[in-house]
């Protein structure tokens, strides 16, 4: 079955930097476009970042454009999730996703657009 597993969380600094990483089995995974969410205590998901299978396509929430960075290696099967200059407010489980359909071209933001979930990863951003 698939299976994403979410690691490289954990506690920085307001400012600082992490970097995500995704490891996927269970299906092809170059034939699949992946993507993150992040869910805060007491609030909704919320979609961050996608890409293509190919990773040729990338797309952001307008809050993290130009600060995060996704991206994929198809030989290794994992998706990495760059984010600089960190905020507090950011502070919340960030969730490795992928789609049911391979070659999907939605959107990509919507949580019901992704079938398969990691179990997330803790990332805390103190001020």
């Known amino acids: 079955q698939v299976q994403l597993v979410e690691s490289g969380g954990g506690l920085v600094q307001a400012g600082d930097s992490l970097r995500l990483s995704c490891a996927a089995s269970?299906?092809?995974?170059?034939?699949?476009?992946m993507g993150w969410f992040r869910q805060a205590p007491g609030k909704e998901r919320h979609f961050v970042a996608a890409?293509?299978?190919?990773?040729?396509?990338?797309y952001y929430t307008d809050s993290v454009k130009g600060r995060f960075t996704i991206s994929r290696d198809n030989t290794k099967n994992t998706v990495y999730l760059q984010m600089n200059s960190l905020k507090p407010e950011e502070s919340a489980i960030y969730y490795c996703?992928?789609?049911?359909?391979?070659?999907?071209?939605?959107?990509?933001?919507?949580?019901?657009?992704?079938?398969?979930w990691g179990q997330g990863t803790q990332v805390t951003v103190s001020s």
């Open positions: 269970g299906r092809t995974f170059s034939s699949y476009s």
């Open positions: 890409i293509s299978w190919t990773g040729g396509s990338t």
């Open positions: 996703v992928s789609p049911r359909t391979p070659y999907y071209i939605g959107p990509q933001r919507r949580v019901d657009e992704y079938t398969y």
